[in-house]
């Protein structure tokens, strides 16, 4: 089964699926990926804290764990 993601997966979940998920976060941004609160954040609710558009990151982390399913 492929691993994806959207806007109402935690980010905690996300990095589960595969850490690398991490660095596509932080290069977005997003430097609190380990901060404990953020595990219980859906990627929706962070991107409205970081000012970003959900699509765009949703795009980049599942083409990446796509690109890691192969």
């Known amino acids: ?4 993601v959207t806007k109402d997966t935690l980010i905690g979940e996300a990095l589960m699926m595969n850490m690398g998920v991490a660095e596509i976060l ?3 941004g997003m430097h609190c ?3 404990p609160a953020s595990q219980g954040e859906t990627i929706e609710e962070a991107c ?3 000012g970003m ?3 765009p990151l949703i795009d980049s ?3 990446f764990l796509a ?4």
């Open 1 to 4: 089964m492929a691993k994806s």
């Open 26 to 28: 932080m290069a977005s």
């Open 33 to 35: 990926v380990g901060c």
């Open 48 to 50: 409205a804290v970081h």
């Open 53 to 55: 558009e959900v699509q």
């Open 61 to 63: 982390i599942n083409g």
């Open 67 to 70: 690109e890691q399913e192969k």
